[in-house]
């Protein structure tokens, strides 16, 4: 399957713990989004990286969240210090690159719940 | 910043009806690209069609097709002998085109649909 794959599928965390989030992007992609999903409600963006590059944080929670896409292995979203409202679906999906942005493949999502 | 619409919460249809859903958006862009996106109970994001800005055609994937009015900032989809397998929630979407910046996508807030057997 050489589909965007992220894990885990559900997450569950009490609050003040930290919740890793990761996601493998397609095949022969190289740049990856992160979504975020509350209920009831559209997705939104937080942010896009490259290998070893974050293009674009706009999206992002100034504080707790922090997110990375190493040379090597898969990209993580890290949430720190969790509060029930981070609970959501976070999304990751991946392109060819940026030129190639408007391609942009889903993968099943991660349901966090904060308790 | 742009913005996506979508009015209608939710909508419920008789199987093998046709539906329209709508969407209008806000942009000073004058290059982006438009999406439908489906997500059934299982959650994936699933892209039913994509229509350019700079094209005057409407997209059309076999029974899904879009009336873009560019000029109105509109956006609607059709489904057109609507089966089961089409409840869902439907969102609408919006990208700038020509990158840098941000290229991620902005939803609207989602139209629940029900086809009715």
């Known amino acids: 399957n050489a589909g965007v794959m992220q894990n885990p599928r559900h997450l569950v965390r009490r609050r003040g713990q930290e919740a890793r989030l990761r996601c493998s992007p397609m095949?022969?992609?190289?740049?990856v989004y992160w979504y975020r999903q509350l209920p009831e409600e559209g997705l939104k963006f937080m942010v896009y990286l490259q290998k070893e590059n974050i293009i674009d944080e706009s999206g992002m929670p100034k504080e707790r969240f922090s997110a990375e896409f190493p040379k090597e292995g898969p990209s993580i979203l890290r949430i720190q210090q969790v509060v029930r409202g981070d609970s959501a679906a976070y999304f990751c999906?991946?392109?060819?690159?940026?030129?190639?942005?408007?391609?942009?493949?889903f993968g099943p999502g991660t349901r966090l719940t904060v308790t | 910043a742009q913005t996506v619409t979508q009015s209608q919460p939710e909508m419920s249809v008789q199987e093998a009806e046709t539906v329209t859903l709508s969407c209008t958006y806000d942009t000073s862009e004058s290059n982006y690209y438009l999406f439908w996106y489906k997500q059934p109970p299982s959650r994936q994001m699933i892209l039913v069609i994509r229509?350019?800005?700079?094209?005057?055609q409407n997209a059309t994937e076999n029974r899904f097709s879009v009336n873009f009015q560019k000029a109105a900032k509109s956006f609607s989809l059709k489904i057109s002998d609507s089966q089961l397998g089409d409840t869902a929630m439907y969102f609408c979407?919006?990208?700038?085109?020509?990158?840098?910046?941000?290229?991620?996508?902005?939803f609207g807030k989602g139209t629940h649909l029900i086809i009715q057997p």
């Open positions: 229509q350019e800005a700079y094209k005057q």
């Open positions: 999906a991946s392109s060819a690159g940026q030129l190639f942005s408007y391609e942009q493949y």
């Open positions: 095949k022969g992609h190289s740049h």
């Open positions: 979407a919006f990208m700038k085109h020509g990158g840098g910046g941000a290229d991620g996508l902005t």
